[in-house]
């Protein structure tokens, strides 16, 4: 059995070592606003923006993807007769261990139906959108192309950390410090309604957190969870620890969080016992575990 800690000092990593690390993260891309954006571009063509998304095709592999320029995709020429839909992807190759944006074409037909996505062995695709190519036509608009990122089961969104946030509770929004008051029967989160046994599909709803800009930040963790709070500079973190439920197995509080141009100011409750050289600088994202309250913590350095 492999077992894979990661980043310990004095050890030489492999890539496949750190994706095992970054596997926690969902597919998508960061942004629905600036982050591989469709848009028609000249005669048959389709421009995708720049942009920076995520890869996580199987449970111990995860990748990021940046595109640092706009990309322009030809579409093939119409069929004269019917429609079809093509299918614009970002995709991984695992023969060629590269990424490309590419073009699927579908087949004309009287009722076309876009091409489906390839995750297997071969390679690994997330869907940006569709385009409708009519009978005939030689140039594609606006309106002809369907943004897909939004869908999780093709693409999804995600936050500047890497994860889809709870954006409301029975249309009930978190506050300033991402927290929601919950209604008497939960019947729906993040517009989903749970299944005949009253489950939700974590895939689209991940059991990770995200807050606005506001400060300061009070939180406070359950354990066993990941908090990601690396979406914005936090200058003041106030950190509470809440009483596991279940007492016969090791509780571990673990959060991540970005320290801006003003170092944080992390207050942590005064049983959590802290590393001699314990410092939270500037510029830093930091990964921090408390568990039988002693803390651990490592930090890597961001713009």
């Known amino acids: 059995m492999a077992i894979i800690a990661y980043p310990l000092n004095n050890i030489t990593y492999s890539a496949e070592d750190a994706q095992t690390y970054f596997s926690f993260r969902q597919n998508g891309v960061e942004s629905a606003l600036e982050d591989y954006v469709p848009e028609a571009g000249a005669g048959m063509q389709v421009t995708i923006s720049a942009g920076l998304a995520w890869m996580r095709p199987e449970k111990f592999t995860g990748f990021s993807v940046a595109s640092t320029a706009a990309t322009a995709v030809s579409i093939e020429e119409s069929d004269p007769t019917n429609a079809r839909i093509d299918r614009i992807v970002l995709r991984y190759d695992y023969a060629a261990n590269a990424c490309q944006i590419m073009a699927k074409t579908g087949t004309p037909a009287a009722e076309p139906t876009a091409p489906a996505l390839t995750r297997d062995g071969t390679a690994y695709e997330l869907g940006l959108c569709t385009v409708h190519v009519g009978a005939g036509v030689l140039s594609i608009s606006d309106e002809d192309i369907t943004d897909t990122r939004e869908d999780p089961t093709v693409c999804g969104i995600i936050d500047a950390g890497g994860d889809t946030a709870v954006q409301s509770v029975n249309g009930i929004s978190p506050d300033g410090t991402g927290n929601v008051t919950l209604p008497t029967g939960v019947m729906t989160i993040n517009d989903q309604e749970p299944d005949g046994d009253g489950n939700f599909d974590l895939a689209v709803i991940e059991p990770r957190v995200s807050y606005n800009t506001t ?69 830093k994202m930091y990964e921090v575990s408390i568990c039988e309250n002693l803390l651990l913590i490592q930090s890597w350095g961001v713009a």
Do not use: C, K, M, W
């Not at 690396?230 to 439920?245: C, E, F, K, S, W």
């Open 215 to 283: 400060p300061p930040y009070s939180i406070q963790l359950q354990p066993n969870t990941l908090y990601y709070l690396g979406n914005y500079n936090i200058q003041v973190l106030n950190v509470t620890l809440a009483a596991p439920a279940d007492t016969t197995h090791v509780a571990e509080y673990h959060f991540i969080f970005r320290s801006g141009a003003t170092a944080t100011v992390l207050n942590l409750p005064e049983s959590v016992i802290l590393p001699e050289e314990y410092l939270i600088e500037a510029n």
